[in-house]
């Protein structure tokens, strides 16, 4: 069993950067794959960036690529997400996944994969 908590969010002006961070709990963190998903008012949830267990492999949606950046940190148990140049259109409610993979270094990016996800957290940018 993995919890997610997610931090973080908030408010910020178009052009802006926010880093998101997501911690985990137990002692699998590393045995897993991590995502970032997020949902808009009135939208699905749709996927913004993966990431494999060692952190070698990355994978982000094309509206945020070479804007956000995925990483973690297994020392601590932590996955974040730096995003930078931020637009109106990047609000939402940001979710953090974690998809078990053991030994694998494959890495999901369908919501279907992820075996956990956080509560949330809110990024709203004022345009």
């Known amino acids: 069993q993995v919890q997610l908590v997610e931090s973080g969010g908030g408010l910020v002006q178009a052009g802006g950067s926010l880093r998101l961070s997501c911690a985990a709990s137990?002692?699998?963190?590393?045995?897993?794959?991590m995502g970032w998903f997020r949902q808009a008012t009135g939208k699905e949830r749709e996927f913004v960036a993966a990431?494999?267990?060692?952190?070698?492999?990355?994978y982000y949606a094309e509206s945020v690529k070479g804007r956000f950046t995925i990483s973690r940190d297994n020392a601590k148990n932590t996955v974040y997400l730096q995003m930078n140049s931020l637009k109106f259109e990047d609000t939402a409610v940001y979710y953090c996944?974690?998809?078990?993979?053991?030994?694998?270094?494959?890495?999901?990016?369908?919501?279907?994969?992820?075996?956990?996800w956080g509560q949330g957290t809110q990024v709203t940018v004022s345009s």
């Open positions: 996944a974690a998809d078990y993979v053991g030994w694998s270094t494959r890495v999901a990016t369908a919501e279907y994969e992820f075996d956990y």
């Open positions: 137990g002692r699998t963190f590393s045995m897993h794959a």
């Open positions: 990431i494999s267990r060692t952190g070698g492999d990355t």
